[in-house]
């Protein structure tokens, strides 16, 4: 028999930061800001620093009970447009609204909302300091019934959020960030690792090209595997 192997026909990773929010790019786009020769300074909000040791001791105690891989570490927090960041006026009237976020010595951050409401018009951005991760434009057709919202990976330890607001909508967003998830270990490196992991088989598992794997044709379809 030849060597047990799985045909993968359909592999899913899901990311969920939130339960029932997801983040959807409808439209490309650039932060305005970009476009704005300034040198005025971003407030920066720093979370504390993880305690690694710790939490290398707990992931390996994971590991051995079976549980789920950790890749980063949720500090709870209340950013909102009012307490925190900073508000820029623009020549034509429209506003943006910037806050730096730095987790120290973190691979990756990503952002959780437990209020994301905004008008026609708006959008936010997410990029790092290389300005070479954007996330974004994110608008009103991201909001959901329930207000939350979840943004998806930066890659290092500093951040921007930022948010323009047409001058025809002057104070009518709302956002309000719940939860930064400080990254420690990468979940790129383990996703690679759990995909080959998953193209390979136990000694009790069917080569499904020979004829033990008659039958389940319809099984094979359907193999998949979410992280």
């Known amino acids: 028999m030849k ?18 929010s997801a983040q959807v790019v409808f439209k490309e786009g650039t932060p305005p ?10 407030p920066v909000e720093t979370l504390p620093e993880l305690d690694y040791d710790r939490l290398i001791e707990e992931d390996k105690r994971r590991a051995e009970n079976n549980r789920p891989f950790k890749f980063g ?10 307490n925190s960041g900073k508000w820029t006026t623009l020549p034509n009237g429209d506003r943006l609204w910037q806050l730096r976020i730095h987790a120290p010595e973190a691979l990756t951050i990503n952002l959780n909302y437990n209020k994301y409401e905004l008008p026609a018009g708006a959008e936010v951005y ?18 959901k019934a329930n207000q939350e919202f979840a943004t998806g990976f930066t890659e290092g330890e500093y951040c921007t959020l930022e948010y323009y ?13 719940s939860g930064i998830v400080h990254g420690y270990r990468s979940i790129r490196n383990h996703a690679t690792n759990m995909v080959r992991n998953f193209q390979s088989a136990g000694p009790c598992n069917y080569d499904v090209e020979c004829s033990l794997g008659d039958g389940w044709e319809d099984q094979i379809k359907s193999v998949a595997m979410i992280l």
Do not use: A, M
């Open 3 to 20: 060597h047990p192997k799985l045909i993968l026909s359909t592999f899913l990773v899901l990311i969920i930061s939130v339960p029932g």
């Open 33 to 42: 800001s970009f476009s704005i020769s300034s040198k005025q300074v971003i």
């Open 73 to 82: 570490h949720l500090h709870r927090v209340n950013f909102t447009l009012k």
């Open 126 to 143: 997410i990029y790092n300091d290389s300005k070479k991760n954007i996330l974004g434009p994110f608008t009103n057709r991201n909001q």
């Open 165 to 177: 607001e047409p001058s025809k909508q002057l104070g009518k967003g709302v956002i309000e960030i």
